[in-house]
């Protein structure tokens, strides 16, 4: 399992007297989440990092309240371009687009908020490309409002974004858009899309009786084409995958329509495919209240693959697709019974994950088999109207992933799952009221952090967390000194473990400190080993308690009194059995190991485990090894330094390491 930083679960590192354990970190290119679901074909997934302890308490996480007053809020997931977070958010007089800095710190636009037409609920979500961000008024009770925002400066004028006219106005004040707005580039070609829908009078919450599919010039704001409707039901949160040639969504008529959407005659798109859910699985599939995703089978060269989406009628759905033709193929399809849903489903390396909510109470994030739809497991964690987001980071070939989901109820928040269905941890969202704690949409994930709104208009970004790092002693002690200890971190506390026999830390920390340093005074006392951990103290719901450690480095030191010599010794859990690979000869600038001939060189010794005797490899001037020691899993050994020679009080141990889970790290 790849661990940033080489640490895992309940963050901590163990460190040495005389002994400082160097970790690089190299720097990643950041993926942004432009839209919902992250990308054109909703793919709900990302490369980069999220926190995989609870973030609430750490020093880096923040909350923002971008409206007050109502429970309209935030109802769309926040998109990631750059290092800016973007989110709409509406009261009962005005909406706004926020802009902040990933870390929450102000952006350039004035109160870090630009305004989208009249307030009520808003619940298309933006998308960006082209350099703006697209925006719809979702017009409750006027006509829905189109805008195009440059998202550098913030300004809608025809010279920053090319649009003549800005806001455009979408249909009649009788529709609203409730869709996401999917932007797809293709060479010059750059779209926007999105659907419409008029509740019906029958019932206007639940129902509706006509709709229209758009699609935009995202370059210039000129409509290129509509598309009404042939089954009679519109599109809420039916939002289009842009697969190929072909944009495919569904309706409130449980229809699916495959469209070719740079093929027009009299500004309509051919259409290629479209088919009845309900009579093709032989079920009431209901409304389909969620956008589609794509997942290529196979060769990422072969045309071949299926969508997946959900419907009110409390199914999930899989459905062969050639992205060639851009036909269904009926004969290969599969649907599972998940309940109510409308959420989007997020699949990844033959598992299908998606939401299920059964009023505003009780829900499960299930994990289905993307070949035949079985259920492998579900999680009980609360109504999830949202979709799942995942973090596939840490998959460096043993499947283990993070999956984000927010829960719509007045106890809502934000849900972090490991890959066997586990909770890791949840954050509860922040309001004054119960009203305020719902989470319709989901979260957005980038560069270590992942963003969520509630409906009390409150935007979270949550950081992962770090273990401590660059941890340093100060080695001019030695028996009857103090010990000093440092550390770079970001927690705003840190608990100090100490064991004098490895590895029988206490439960009970020594010490909480909030600085990034302590002395232990008390060192003296205990001449012959003693062990420290520097661990982040995470307060707050679902935290890994810090008896949990299953991921560690491990070093310590031992001074005298031996007979003429220093001695350093290491427990390890050692990959090679050779102690050339394991103490190389590189050393920080100044100091060194010394070689010399066999009674004037330092030297390692390693007891054997089987006669006990202490086996010994002497360093030579020209820095190589006398003999390769074997090296038994969890023995220390000891380097021992010749009179006279200077302490090395920066060895830098390059030690091949494995953790508690067998799991390989590198220092």
Not at 424 to 441: D, E, K, M
Not at 456 to 482: M, Q, R, W
Not at 569 to 574: D, G, L, T
């Amino acid at each position: 399992m790849k661990r940033d930083g080489k640490f895992y679960g309940t963050q901590i590192m163990i460190i040495a007297i005389c002994v400082m354990m160097v970790t690089a970190v190299m720097p990643a290119m950041a993926d942004d989440w432009t839209e919902f679901q992250k990308d054109e074909v909703n793919v709900g997934r990302t490369g980069d990092s999220a926190p995989i302890t609870n973030a609430s308490g750490s020093a880096e996480s923040w909350v923002h309240q971008t409206v007050s007053g109502n429970f309209y809020g935030i109802d769309s997931v926040p998109i990631v371009v750059g290092d800016y977070v973007y989110v709409l958010t509406s009261n009962s007089s005005n909406a706004y687009l926020y802009k902040y800095q990933k870390d929450g710190g102000d952006s350039n636009w004035a109160n870090n908020r630009g305004t989208v037409g009249s307030g009520n609920f808003q619940n298309s979500c933006p998308a960006y490309g082209d350099g703006k961000i697209f925006v719809i008024n979702t017009g409750y009770g006027s006509t829905p409002q189109l805008y195009a925002i440059n998202a550098d400066s913030g300004s809608t004028s025809q010279a920053s974004t090319g649009w003549s006219t800005n806001p455009v106005s979408v249909g009649t004040s009788d529709y609203q858009v409730s869709c996401p707005i999917t932007y797809h580039e293709a060479g010059s070609n750059k779209r926007i899309f999105f659907g419409s829908v008029r509740m019906s009078n029958e019932d206007p919450v639940n129902l509706s009786d006509d709709g229209t599919y758009y699609c935009f010039d995202a370059s210039n704001g000129n409509k290129l084409w509509s598309r009404n409707t042939s089954s009679g039901g519109g599109y809420y949160w039916a939002g289009a995958a842009v697969i190929g040639d072909y944009l495919v969504y569904g309706d409130d008529k449980s229809h699916l329509v495959s469209v070719e959407w740079n093929n027009v005659t009299g500004s309509v798109p051919w259409t290629a495919d479209e088919i009845n859910v309900s009579a093709e699985y032989g079920i009431d599939a209901k409304e389909i209240r969620s956008s589609i995703t794509w997942n290529n089978t196979g060769d990422p060269s072969d045309d071949y693959g299926h969508i997946y989406f959900t419907s009110k009628g409390g199914y999930c759905y899989a459905l062969g697709f050639d992205k060639g033709t851009g036909r269904f193929n009926t004969a290969d399809k599969w649907h599972q019974t998940i309940g109510y849903s409308t959420s989007t489903p997020a699949v990844y390396k033959g598992k299908v994950y998606v939401g299920h909510n059964a009023g505003f109470s009780n829900g499960k994030l299930y994990c289905l088999n993307e070949n035949n739809g079985l259920e492998v497991w579900n999680a009980p964690v609360g109504p999830v109207q949202s979709s799942p987001a995942i973090s596939t980071y840490y998959d460096d070939g043993d499947g283990e992933i993070y999956i984000y989901v927010t829960t719509n109820s007045a106890t809502g928040g934000l849900y972090c799952i490991d890959k066997d269905g586990n909770e890791v941890w949840h954050n509860n969202s922040i309001g004054t009221q119960s009203s305020h704690r719902y989470c319709l949409a989901g979260a957005a994930i980038s560069d270590d952090w992942v963003f969520y709104g509630n409906d009390g208009g409150y935007l979270h970004g949550l950081k992962k967390s770090f273990a401590p790092s660059n941890l340093d002693i100060n080695t001019s002690v030695a028996l009857n000194g103090d010990v000093n200890i440092s550390w770079d971190g970001t927690a705003t506390s840190y608990d100090i473990y100490i064991a004098d026999t490895y590895p029988n830390f206490g439960k009970t920390p020594a010490v909480t400190v909030s600085t990034k340093y302590w002395i232990d005074t008390d060192a003296s006392e205990h001449p012959k080993e003693r062990y420290y951990k520097v661990a982040y103290n995470i307060s707050g719901v679902g935290q890994r308690p810090g008896d949990e450690t299953v991921g560690y480095y491990n070093a310590t030191a031992k001074f005298g009194p031996e007979p003429a010599y220093t001695v350093i010794s290491v427990p390890h859990v050692i990959e090679t059995t050779d102690i050339n690979d394991v103490l190389k000869y590189n050393h920080a600038p100044g100091q060194r190991l010394e070689g010399g001939l066999a009674f004037n060189a330092d030297y390692v010794t390693v007891q054997n485990q089987t006669t006990g005797y202490w086996e010994t490899s002497r360093l030579s001037s020209s820095g190589t090894w006398s003999s390769a020691v074997d090296l038994p899993s969890d023995i220390g050994f000891r380097v021992y330094i010749k009179p006279g020679h200077t302490v090395p009080t920066n060895v830098v141990f390059r030690m091949l390491m494995r953790d508690s889970l067998g799991d390989l790290m590198v220092n």
